[in-house]
T-cell receptor
Framework: DAGVIQSPRHEVTEMGQEVTLRCKPI?????LFWYRQTMMRGLELLIY????????DSGMPEDRFSAKMPNASFSTLKIQPSEPRDSAVYFC????????????FGPGTRLTVL | GDSVTQMEGPVTLSEEAFLTINCTYT??????LFWYVQYPGEGLQLLLK?????DKGSNKGFEATYRKETTSFHLEKGSVQVSDSAVYFC??????????????FGSGTQLTVLP
């Protein structure tokens, strides 16, 4: 199994630009999570999908952030417009019922907004 | 609400030293407890878990026992190696969270093992 795949691995953009982060979960997993990690705030859950449906987006910081999961094998996290304070590592994780709530994390996307 | 408190780092040890990273939690009911590890430049990986009181999770020489009476899940290893250098996260999954599979993570503890 290839594990959770995220792209790009690194993204550098200028303030005001749109940023799209992509995630392919492990095949067969029905839960998908987006996290943000910074030195100041640690690991924060942004949004959680179950069976492609957003269940809890209370962690999404503001309307500039949006996430979609059009099918079981793909999800995007979009920031529009981006700001320097959005600079962080963004992780995608997936899980299923048989793994007793274990989440499998991707390698992350390091976003730098100048 | 649910919360996880970890001992603050960074922790620096010499190779073959004994490791303890403290973790305590607050949750309603009977949460499942986890330790995740993050190696430099990588995502988090599950290290071990325990789903009920008095269970002991173990993996790669690491152990943690689910202590309901003290609401703790301390991570231990008898002899650390340089390759254990990483950030360690304690986490819980509570049935009271409202969302089926959300995990609540601690702030992480940076471990550096010197040769």
């Amino acid at each position: 199994d290839a594990g959770v795949i995220q792209s790009p691995r690194h993204e550098v953009t200028e303030m005001g630009q749109e940023v799209t982060l992509r995630c392919k979960p492990i095949s067969g997993h029905n839960s998908l999570f987006w996290y943000r990690q910074t030195m100041m705030r640690g690991l924060e859950l942004l949004i959680y999908f179950n069976n492609n449906v957003p269940i809890d987006d209370s962690g999404m910081p503001e309307d500039r952030f949006s996430a979609k999961m059009p099918n079981a094998s793909f999800s995007t996290l979009k920031i529009q417009p981006s700001e320097p304070r959005d600079s962080a590592v963004y992780f995608c994780a997936s899980g299923d019922r048989t793994s007793t709530d274990t989440q499998y994390f991707g390698p992350g996307t390091r976003l730098t907004v100048l | 609400g649910d919360s996880v408190t970890q001992m603050e780092g960074p922790v620096t040890l010499s190779e073959e030293a004994f490791l303890t990273i403290n973790c305590t939690y607050t949750a309603t009911g009977y949460p499942s407890l986890f330790w995740y590890v993050q190696y430099p430049g990588e995502g988090l990986q599950l290290l071990l878990k325990a789903t009920k009181a008095d269970d002991k999770g173990s993996n790669k020489g690491f152990e943690a026992t689910y202590r309901k009476e003290t609401t703790s899940f301390h991570l231990e290893k008898g002899s650390v190696q340089v390759s254990d250098s990483a950030v360690y996260f304690c986490a819980l999954r509570s049935f009271s969270s409202g969302s089926a599979r959300q995990l609540t993570f601690g702030s992480g503890t940076q471990l550096t093992v010197l040769p």
